[in-house]
């Protein structure tokens, strides 16, 4: 159960976890297998679960104000934007997350790169880029069903990178956290190494007004077409 107060940071072991169609998904052919690719396919998975040293680390950060454009949270920090305050409305903590892959796969990219497996560099890349993203939603689905006490909603995670955050956002991430523990640092390009990660905040109360699934809740009786919550690529949470 998640404390009351801001806590210390919590390091998880996370598994691998990839398919072939996750692979698929990232390559842009996500209903159509090509035949010629498939074994290449398989074998990057088998190497991603040779290779990969998958860790994440999380925090709960008290959240002390929600403006119009900004959210105040403890240890002194503010995140601002006017989407940003819209999904943390209602909110009572942010938990901050990261999480990686490791450094062996980019590694292993590389050096295929270098001897001009540019085909299974590709393939290997998408295949991280698939397991990056599923161990994330593993520390997210962890989070729900084992640390949230009853009756608190998880809203949706928010991204550096995205249009309503600007990958800039990736120093609070960084801020928040001690990834450098999970051996992940931050580039002066905002860039996460190892580029097999994936970074987040998510919103976490029981009054908050913005679950992570736009048909539900306030989003189900909202006009806004437009809405990022509509037409990015959000992770859904089931509350
Ligand atoms: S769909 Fe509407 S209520 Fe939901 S996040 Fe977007 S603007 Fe807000």
Redesign the pocket.
């Known amino acids: 159960m998640i404390s009351m107060h801001s806590e210390e940071p919590i390091i998880l072991e996370i598994p691998v976890e990839i398919a072939g169609e996750d692979v698929w998904g990232v390559l842009g052919s996500k209903d159509r297998v090509h035949d010629k690719l498939k074994d290449e396919v398989s074998e990057a998975v088998d190497t991603v679960y040779n290779i990969a040293t998958p860790k994440a680390v999380f925090r709960t950060i008290n959240v002390l104000e929600v403006g119009s454009n900004f959210v105040k949270l403890e240890s002194d920090m503010e995140i601002r934007g006017k989407?940003i305050s819209?999904?943390f409305g209602g909110a009572e903590k942010a938990i901050f997350i990261a999480a990686t892959m490791g450094a062996e796969l980019d590694r292993k990219i590389s050096q295929l790169m270098e001897n001009g497996d540019n085909i299974e560099a590709v393939i290997l890349d998408s295949a991280g880029t698939a397991a990056a993203f599923n161990g994330f939603t593993h520390v997210l689905n962890y989070l729900m069903t084992r640390a949230l006490p009853d009756g608190w909603k998880m809203g949706?995670c928010l991204r550096p990178g995205q249009t309503y955050w600007d990958i800039t956002g990736q120093a609070m991430v960084f801020k928040a956290l001690p990834a450098h523990l999970i051996g992940m640092e931050l580039l002066e390009s905002s860039f996460m190494k190892p580029q097999k990660s994936q970074s987040g905040i998510v919103p976490i109360g029981s009054q908050l007004?913005?679950s992570s699934d736009?048909s539900q809740?306030?989003?189900k009786?909202?006009?806004?077409s437009n809405?990022?919550?509509?037409i990015e690529p959000f992770i859904e949470i089931v509350n």
Do not use: E, K, V
Not at 221 to 224: D, E, T, V
Not at 227 to 230: A, D, E, I, Q, V
């Open positions: 989407f819209h999904l949706t007004h913005i736009p809740g306030y989003c009786y909202c006009p806004a809405c990022p919550m509509r």
